[in-house]
């Protein structure tokens, strides 16, 4: 089936906000050392998707994950987990905003250990709802209204504006306006997309910075002994708190216990029976 204008049209604005981001994130991984994952070949997997997968073993196609230790023959360890995402109504974006969080947040339980960072980048319409939604669960957010769109597209003279009553014929016309358009004015889109939202876009890698160059200022080790006493009611529960001897002698070690913080206020959390387990978790944290 033919590929309708309205949805071509639609994608030359998605991926022009890509094309927007990409080139300020390999900057920044070239700054920092690292590795950029992004749609495209790399050695070390199959397909062209930057699929990533949870501890469900759910597969989740991102656009952007920046990786510690990472090549393109090598999967590093993800440092931050980036999405772009465009819609032009606002029925449509908070279930846009839902899929990036269902998208993401699986893999920030699976990665809890490194502590990513999460962020979106969205244009078009979005309500404040779907942004709040998105920011309530700690993901840096970027927001590029549909008027900026325009004003991006009508600097290289398409006018970008539509409706849904917009005919597939107008859509057509805008395609093949932009098929005309030489690299360098397609360029010229992209760059008016971030320019228009320069406060935010440095808001936003000032923050992601804060992630990769936090340093280690502490770990907490809390090694618990005794059994868990468990009790059907509240009174039942102080009872047993106003009548424990915490003078004791310890009873066998349960589990440790390890909080690990950050100079930027994140917090690794983990609890490990065997000793060893709790070794390896700190060998792997480095010098970071």
Known sequence: MAESPAHRFGQ???DSLEAAV???LADFANEH?????????????????ASWTDLYNNTHDLDFVLERGGSDAKRGRPAAFIETAWRRYTKHSRNKAQEIQGAILPLLETYRRDAPFAGAILAGVFTEGALAQLKSLGFAVVYIP???VIQAFRHVGIDAHFGEATRDADFARKVRAWSRLSPGK????????IEASSPQITAFFERLRGVIVRKLTGIRITPLHGEAAETRTVKEAIYFVDRYDETAAHSALVRYEV???????????????A?????SFLESLGEA
């Open 275 to 279: 000793k060893g387990d709790a070794i």
């Open 12 to 14: 030359i604005i998605g």
């Open 186 to 193: 397609r360029a010229r889109v992209s760059r008016f997309l």
């Open 259 to 273: 909080e690990v913080l950050y100079s930027n206020g994140d917090r690794i959390q983990g609890a490990f029976a």
């Open 33 to 49: 050392g690292l590795y950029l994952d992004k749609k495209g070949k790399r050695t070390c997997r199959r397909g062209a998707k």
């Open 146 to 148: 549909f008027e900026d």
């Open 22 to 24: 990409e080139p300020l």
